[in-house]
């Protein structure tokens, strides 16, 4: 077993059992809320390893939250081991044949054909009333094992242990992959690609794999995000604007690490909270402005930080253990 | 092993997270905190935010110190002094439904009173349900809140958006009797949308003549630009136009149509014309007709009851200038509860629980600020009110914007009865309305 993933159990585990004995709700809802949008960021970091950063991911955040409304709505469907697979897997074949397009792009392009992609997707939805349109509609009880609860309680920490469950083993995933040969090409593509290529990879096939992973976990993170939210509507699901708040939190939390996006998501959902409490009228300021203080001041995140603090305390540590913090 | 210490600084941040984070001292008896949610940034501040947080916070002060007119004339929510606390209602829906968990199980707050857009309020409803805590609805508009579901915990204070089109309509049939055929020119969202189908439906059974024209224009929400929707609105041959347009939208549609002389073209009716009234003052071009979902602002500015006259000096003093619709609506939130409120407690003989209030409010009938209010609809948690539309003419002797032709429609006109839903309502020809 490496370190990161005793690090991530015993981290996982800890949050868990606060959230079940300690936390007051409205924390739980926060963690709940963080950690889903967390799942997609941990999408997000694995393109942003290969150098590609995606202003459009809002679009398979979109696509499962809807999916896990709509199978409710229309087919009755609201068991969440159903459900939430579904979420991950349409955003997953939508990922795989607009990959065929997306990964002959780079950089700002990549960013911007992605946009555009989201954006078909929010402007058909804004355009489907039987969609409610703008305003969304919600989504049915959610059940698990086919038992559904009415008790705000139960329900929420129900759906907390899911996703510290969820996140627990999309993150060892992750971070398996990314120990892996097509895992460890993320850094490699980023830095020379013909180079792979006369290592005998097809870059296009890597990051085409890494794309659909993205997609995937964007999904199952919007199909959380929909469970969690109990609605769905095109502005907060589909719009520029979530995929703008995807990237913020990749960039706020560092690509250092798996457990990154869900510290950084975390923190960015208090600072809104309390920016929004202490500042009404200006909040914006509040969120902007730390995002411009952790790239002038910590260019690898908030990650950098903790893995500073992490690793002061035994300064004999070999190079090759401190990898991470380097990034 | 150093996973252990990474895990141990996280701990460390997350107990410090929990520190930071520990709930803020529970209120005492002698008051009732509020949490007041209004568009505070954004597109919607101008026109609905600002005005509604300023006639909450108005009347709000006016009831900590008793000097609201009579009846209302006690001090307090049953003698509780009012804490309000403003928040924001931009950043989107998921931002929202946090905030409004925030609201009540970090910040306490006895109540929730507020909310412009529909979105927000179809998404807060399931969560006051389920958090099981007092929801007061200002100004949003669908009337999917109450006809989705019943609700035990969320009211909502004036007519929903049904009312607007349905009066628009019958203004049309009474004051441009000859109309032939109209179209419309609505924001491409729900609002926008939903408007059309209402006004369109209600046409069709009121004026069952007139010709709806096939090229109705939907821009995109905060476009700016409508040079390509004019041309194609005056290449129509339909002589009426019907827009829900607001705020910035509103006024730059006006301020790009009138030099192409559009006013004199087409007759227009502008159900959320009066939101913006005040501001576009003289550049309100004569003979449009406007509406302000309800016995609100400019269609009540000439309104002599004590009440209204108290409101409107009042306001004029404190902000420097006449209250718009978003005013009147958030007060009239803050009014009903506090009658739930004092009714409660007289019938408890004592502080009224949360549920007495919610009991002494449901199916409430008060004289609000410019007209009495009917708490009819959605087992008494969804009001009525009477509804005002009337055309544009500027008082060149006053210098300021007048209107004429102002009708009346009463609530069972223009809203449907309890046991149907609007649109269907409207589609079965509205029958049973009083007007």
């Not at chain 2, 003979?287 to 400019?298: F, K, Q, T």
Request: proline letters at 5%; a negative charge.
């Amino acid at each position: 077993m490496d370190r990161t993933v005793i690090g991530l159990t015993v981290g996982f585990a800890l949050v868990a059992l606060l959230g079940v004995f300690v936390l007051p709700d409205w924390l739980m809802s926060q963690i709940l809320i963080a950690f889903s949008r967390a799942l997609a960021v941990l999408g997000l970091l694995v393109l942003w390893r290969t150098g590609l950063i995606s202003f459009g991911h809002a679009l398979y955040f979109g696509l499962g939250a809807y999916t896990v409304a709509m199978l409710g709505k229309d087919l009755g469907i609201t068991e969440v081991l159903i459900t939430l697979p579904a979420a991950g897997l349409v955003a997953a074949l939508v990922g795989f044949a607009l990959g065929f397009i997306i990964r002959k792009y780079r950089e700002i392009f990549f960013a911007m054909l992605n946009l555009a992609f989201s954006m078909v997707l929010f402007g058909i939805l804004v355009k489907t009333e039987a969609l409610g349109s703008t305003d969304g509609f919600s989504v049915e009880q959610p059940t698990l094992f086919g038992i559904g609860t009415d008790d705000s309680t139960t329900k929420l920490t129900a759906l907390f242990l899911g996703i510290c469950v969820i996140g627990w083993l999309a993150a060892i995933f992750v971070h398996r992959y990314l120990r892996s040969i097509l895992g460890n090409l993320t850094t490699a593509v980023r830095d020379n690609e013909i180079r792979v290529e006369y290592l005998g990879y097809s870059v296009a096939e890597a990051i085409h794999g890494k794309y659909v992973m993205s997609a995937a976990l964007a999904g199952l993170a919007g199909g959380f995000m929909a469970l969690a939210l109990g609605q769905v509507d095109p502005e907060s699901m589909v719009n520029w604007t979530v995929s703008g708040e995807l990237v913020f939190v990749t960039v706020l939390a560092g690509p250092g690490s798996v457990a990154a996006p869900f510290i950084g998501s975390l923190v960015f959902e208090l600072l809104r909270t309390y920016a929004f409490e202490l500042v009404p009228y200006a909040w914006q300021l509040i969120v902007g402005g730390t995002l411009l203080a952790v790239i002038f001041f910590l260019p690898g995140g908030l990650w950098s930080v903790i893995s500073k603090l992490g690793g002061r305390s035994r300064p004999s540590d070999p190079p090759a253990n401190r990898e991470e913090a380097g990034r | 092993m150093k996973s252990l210490r990474y895990a141990g600084v996280l701990g460390a941040g997350l107990a410090g997270v929990i520190a930071l984070a520990a709930p803020m001292p529970v209120a005492a008896k002698d008051t009732v905190s509020l949490g007041i949610v209004a568009f505070l940034s954004g597109p919607a501040a101008g026109p609905y935010g600002v005005p509604g947080r300023n006639g909450a916070e108005m009347v709000i002060d006016a009831i900590n110190k008793g000097t609201l007119p009579a009846p209302y004339g006690t001090k307090g929510f049953a003698g509780a002094t009012v804490a309000a606390e403003y928040i924001d209602e931009s950043g989107g829906n998921t931002k929202q439904v946090s905030e409004y968990r925030n609201l009540v199980q970090k910040r306490g707050v006895d109540a929730i009173i507020g909310y412009v857009s529909s979105g927000s309020c179809a998404a807060v409803a399931p969560v006051a349900e389920e958090l099981q805590t007092l929801t007061v609805m200002s100004v949003c508009g669908t009337p999917r809140i109450f006809e989705e579901a019943p609700r035990e915990y969320v009211f909502r204070t004036m007519s929903h958006a049904t009312a607007d089109n349905i009066a628009a309509a019958h203004y049309v049939k009474e004051m441009m009797p000859d109309v032939k055929s109209y179209t419309g020119i609505n924001q491409n969202y729900a609002w926008g949308q939903d408007s059309w189908r209402d006004f369109s439906l209600a046409m069709t059974g009121l004026m069952p003549d007139a010709k709806v024209s096939d090229k109705p224009q939907f821009p995109k929400i905060f476009a700016g630009q409508y040079g390509s929707e004019i041309s194609a609105l005056s290449l129509d041959d339909a002589e009426l136009v019907h827009s829900s347009f607001w705020g910035g939208d509103f006024e730059a549609f006006i301020l790009q149509a009138t030099p192409r002389g559009f006013f004199s073209q087409k007759k227009v009716v502008l159900t959320v014309g009066g939101v913006s009234a005040y501001r576009l003052g003289k550049r309100l071009p004569d003979g449009v007709a406007i509406g302000s979902r309800g016995p609100y602002g400019i269609l009540v500015r000439d309104r002599d009851t004590p009440l209204n006259t108290w409101f409107i000096k009042t306001y004029r003093d404190t902000y420097g200038e006449y209250p718009s619709g978003a005013a009147y609506q958030y007060a009239q939130a803050i009014l009903a509860t506090k009658i739930a409120y004092d009714k409660a407690a007289e019938a408890a003989g004592s502080f009224p629980n949360e549920k007495q209030v919610r009991e002494a409010l449901t199916g409430l009938e008060f004289e609000s600020f410019a007209a009495p209010v009917k708490m009819a609809l959605g087992n008494g948690h969804q009001a009525v009110t009477e509804h005002m539309y009337g055309i544009v003419q500027w008082d060149e002797a006053a210098g300021e914007l007048g209107l004429r032709d102002v009708k009346v429609y009463p609530a069972e006109c223009v809203m449907p009865p309890a046991d149907t839903t609007s649109v269907e309502w409207i589609e079965a020809g509205m029958p049973g309305a009083k007007c």
